[in-house]
């Protein structure tokens, strides 16, 4: 089992704790702003970042992915419990616990019962526009900041696109120039001085300007006072009838975490080249859900931006939350003041800045020139998710999924292959269309499982080598090396060529064939008879119309 904090040694411990101190002045102003998107107390978004970050770091694989509620989360507590409490009141506060507590559950079972395999369904393409709608969505919301307009974070896309345009008048100057110095700062040194923390360096430099000049007072944005206090175990008690009204819109947050978390922290382990346990993660979100639960915070997640900040300073291991936790519990004790002062639009230019690798732009171009098929199916990704919402956006993802594997499994290659007189060749070269692989023998390859995609597809393909032939074919025989499980529909198809090559006075024999696939073979009744060829040259040499072939 991977122990916590896997990636720290003593080379990198100064570059893990710098990076730390850098998420704690992201992380904070922004869970603030995401409780007040959710209709909770700011409190309840920095209490997500103490006991639930805490326990997720020290169980999760990533070692990179930062758990936090995030804006997708915030809306949908909002949408969903504004319908059964009044935003602000005690009893909204106790749905919003009770329905962390259920995802918290959801993705524990999901752990128990091993469903983490469900990401291995998504795809590159799948995970750039996924991916890449989220961090679009994300960005409108930093460059309004970064203009000091007023928009709703929390809602779709469009409306936020539209907003920000709405009140491009109410732009404020100062903001601006805070962002544009802010952005400079933050690309000049990520490509001159990397291993400084340019993203902490702007937030203070910019809260001391604001300090100093009172621009706050010139309509730069500002966090405000945040009340003071340690987080405080509690447990939602309501009737059994509102748990079950919170099911549906926990399953959804759930699904929503699920697929970014996982998508995401299979993204950098790629890319840095770690290892990645689905379930193990999903038992992370569990308990850290649990945890926020059950002292005072809402739903939680995995944070897109947050975890590209912290990849753009270096980090590479788990060691930054545990900064996190820390810093956020001293602050809540003693330094509740220190936060007023920070501006939005340096928050914005960081997390924008932070995001723009995700948007996929470089994954895109690249697609376009290998494969249109997949550069469509991650461009249909990206708009459902940017513009229905990261739900549907998951839904049609996993449909996507399913129809780029349909779609590759019902074109499996099929191959008549050739023969020669070189007896250390081992017959599994293709021949030319029309060919026999010796005279009255066909020998057909299948690349893949047999089943309800492409059984007819097969059965066809066997039809055309033997009517296609150059020469009569008397025996046809099927090389299953790689055919590794046939499904009920497949077996049918079989049956069905089986019958028409009796018809076409046609034997049928196998070669090949797994241990597994001939067990599986015996119980569709597909081996009534049949001989079963250990290589592909024994066939021949036992069935070819005339002479023999050495064997491999």
Not at 20 to 43: D, E, F, K, M, S
Request: net charge negative; proline share 4%; aromatic share 6%.
């Amino acid at each position: 089992m991977q122990r916590p904090l896997a990636g720290l040694t003593r080379h990198n411990l100064v570059t893990e704790l710098t990076a730390g101190v850098t998420l704690l002045a992201i992380a904070i102003p922004l869970n603030i702003g995401y409780a007040q998107i959710a209709g909770l107390p700011p409190t309840a978004g920095l209490y997500a970042l103490v006991v639930p970050t805490l326990i997720y770091a020290l169980v999760v694989s990533s070692r990179q992915l930062v758990v936090s509620p995030d804006a997708a989360a915030a809306a949908l507590v909002a949408s969903s419990i504004g319908g059964l409490a009044t935003a602000g009141s005690t009893d909204y506060a106790t749905l919003a616990l009770a329905q962390a507590i259920i995802c918290g559950v959801m993705f524990v079972l999901m752990s128990v019962f091993k469903l983490g395999f469900l990401a291995n369904f998504l795809s590159k393409p799948i995970l750039v526009g996924f991916v890449g709608g989220l961090a679009l969505d994300i960005l409108v919301s930093q460059i309004a900041k970064m203009l000091g307009v007023k928009i709703d974070s929390g809602g779709e896309f469009v409306d936020k696109v539209f907003g920000l345009v709405a009140d491009l008048e109410t732009i404020n100057a100062w903001s601006v120039a805070i962002s544009a110095v802010s952005v400079a700062v933050l690309l000049l040194g990520k490509r001159f001085l990397r291993a400084v923390p340019w993203a902490l360096v702007v937030l203070i430099l910019s809260t001391v300007l604001v300090v100093l000049t009172g621009l706050d007072q010139e309509g730069v944005d500002v966090l405000g006072e945040i009340p003071a206090g340690p987080p405080t175990l509690t447990w939602p008690v309501i009737d059994w009838r509102m748990w079950m009204a919170l099911i549906p819109s926990a399953i959804a947050l759930t699904l929503v975490t699920t697929a970014e978390g996982l998508l995401v922290s299979r993204s950098y382990g790629e890319k840095h080249r770690y290892p990645f346990h689905a379930n193990r993660d999903l038992l992370a979100f569990g308990l850290g859900n649990i945890a926020a639960g059950a002292q005072g915070s809402f739903s939680m997640g995995s944070s897109t931006s947050r975890t590209a900040a912290m990849d753009q300073a270096g980090s590479r291991t788990q060691l930054p939350s545990l900064v996190l936790a820390a810093g956020t519990l001293l602050l809540l004790l003693f330094g509740t003041t220190l936060l007023a002062d920070i501006p939005s639009p340096a928050i914005g230019a960081v997390v924008g800045v932070a995001i723009l690798p995700l948007l996929g732009v470089r994954e895109f171009r690249v697609l376009w020139r290998q494969d249109r098929f997949e550069f469509a199916i991650g461009a249909v990704c990206f708009l459902v998710t940017l513009f229905v919402g990261a739900i549907p956006g998951i839904v049609v993802a996993f449909v996507l999924a399913l129809i780029n594997l349909a779609k590759r499994a019902a074109n499996p290659a099929i191959d008549v292959l050739a023969a020669d007189d070189d007896a250390k060749q081992s017959l599994l070269e293709d021949a030319a269309a029309g060919a026999t692989t010796a005279p009255g023998v066909v020998v057909v390859r299948m690349a893949a499982p047999l089943f309800f995609a492409n059984g007819t597809v097969f059965s066809a393909a066997v039809k055309r080598a033997v009517t296609g032939a150059d020469e009569p074919v008397k025996h046809v025989v099927i090389d299953m090396e790689a055919v590794t499980d046939i499904d009920v529909t497949g077996a049918e198809a079989f049956a069905s060529l089986e019958e028409w090559l009796d018809e076409q006075g046609v034997s049928l024999a196998f070669s090949r064939v797994r241990v597994a696939t001939k067990a599986r073979l015996d119980e569709l009744g597909l081996l009534s008879g049949q001989t079963v060829f250990s290589t592909n040259r024994e066939a021949v040499a036992a069935l070819a119309a005339a002479g023999s072939t050495p064997q491999d």
